[in-house]
């Protein structure tokens, strides 16, 4: 479902919103298509939420931290947490609500499989199990266990409220510049540079050096897909070798960037 207007945007939330909470049924399904720049405001939901970004990247943001959303991911939301959703870019987004699925008490972020994204695929036409159509029911079900099978990615990326710096950090993942340095950002938002890195860590509860490391990881993707050498998306984001990068790429997405590419590949055929 697409839309064009703050009201269409509204009756969107309202409809899903209704949907997702007076449905009788233990699994619900929703696929919608969003624009880049889109704030979806606070709100919760009484049901565990499987958040699925297709393609394009979101933001979730929660009183617990912020999460990235990066394509092939998802992020599981537990039950009457409130958050928003900030759309990076165009997203396609597909998403389970389920009333039985307790998870903890803080989302995190999963590496979605190529059997995953096919049922998601099914499952967001249904919206809901048929009672009359076993092949239904059997989507849903295996959806569910799939799920508890995917593999948890440390792809929280601390993001600032702070709007004059969060402004940085997103011109940042859009176009990551090698040449970024606490004195260059430091500078921008009239600070000394001892008071900018005391705000950042104070905002993301991480160093400068460190979130640049990891946001570089992010922007880094996008290339990766287009098919640009390893060595060269290393030195694009700013590492000093492919081997730096290609080592915070495997502490972050659990493979080597040549076998996510190979991975990727196979889940595209």
Known sequence: MQFNSPNDINALIEQGFDLVEHAAD???????????????????????????????????????????????????????????????????????????????DYPCVLSVNELTRSLLAEVVKLQKPDKNDERSGLLFDLLMHEITRLPVRELGLPFPEKPSLAVLCKEFLKAPDPAASIDNWAQRLSMSRRSFTRLF?????????????????????PKLASGESITSVAFDTGYESAAAFTTMFKRMLGASPRDYMRQQAGNAE
């Not at 939420?49 to 537990?78: K, N």
């Not at 409130?82 to 759309?87: A, P, Q, S």
């Open 201 to 221: 860590r104070a905002q993301t509860g991480v160093s400068f050096v460190m979130w640049r490391q990891q946001a570089c990881i992010f922007a880094s993707l």
């Open 26 to 104: 233990p699994v619900v399904a929703l696929r919608r298509q969003y624009p880049g720049g889109l704030l979806i405001p606070l709100h919760r939901h009484s049901r565990t939420q499987f958040l699925y970004a297709r393609s394009g990247v979101a933001l979730v943001a929660t009183e617990r931290g912020r999460w990235m959303i990066p394509p092939d991911h998802a992020l599981l939301i537990p039950r009457g947490i409130e958050h928003r959703v900030e759309m990076f870019s165009g997203v396609e987004m597909q998403s389970v609500y389920m009333r039985d699925y307790e998870h903890g």
